[in-house]
């Protein structure tokens, strides 16, 4: 099982981004998934069921962030709008161990390398 973020770049604040997640090694559309970020601690941004129909999102990105899932393509992504000098730090994806996310980052079995996002002027 393989996960491996890209998009992560320095932009200024209000400005826009949109993080991928390539996954292999496992059938992708049978489980939910995540991105968290660390900064330096790690908190979950957003979640998506395996099939894309429910999501959930931290109050901090709620409105700004869009979390989304291509199951044909294996890739998960994360549109981020408005960014914010607080946005900045290291994002993950994660893979669930269901078809349903959990709040609780014990519950994620697989984790990526993570893609700097920096915020600033």
């Known amino acids: 099982e393989r996960l491996v973020e890209s998009g992560g770049a320095l932009v200024q604040p209000g400005g826009s981004l949109r993080l991928s997640c390539a996954a292999s090694?496992?059938?992708?559309?049978?489980?939910?998934m995540a991105w968290f970020r660390r900064a330096p601690e790690r908190e979950l941004l957003a979640a998506i069921s395996a099939n894309g129909d429910t999501t959930y999102y931290a109050d901090s990105v709620k409105g700004r962030f869009t979390i989304s899932r291509d199951n044909g393509l294996n890739t998960l992504y994360l549109q981020m709008d408005n960014l914010e000098e607080q946005d900045t730090g290291l994002y993950f994806c994660?893979?669930?161990?269901?078809?349903?996310?959990?709040?609780?980052?014990?519950?994620?079995?697989?984790w990526g390398q993570g893609t700097q996002v920096t915020v600033s002027s």
């Open positions: 994660a893979k669930s161990g269901g078809p349903m996310y959990s709040l609780a980052h014990y519950s994620y079995d697989n």
């Open positions: 090694g496992f059938t992708f559309s049978l489980y939910a």
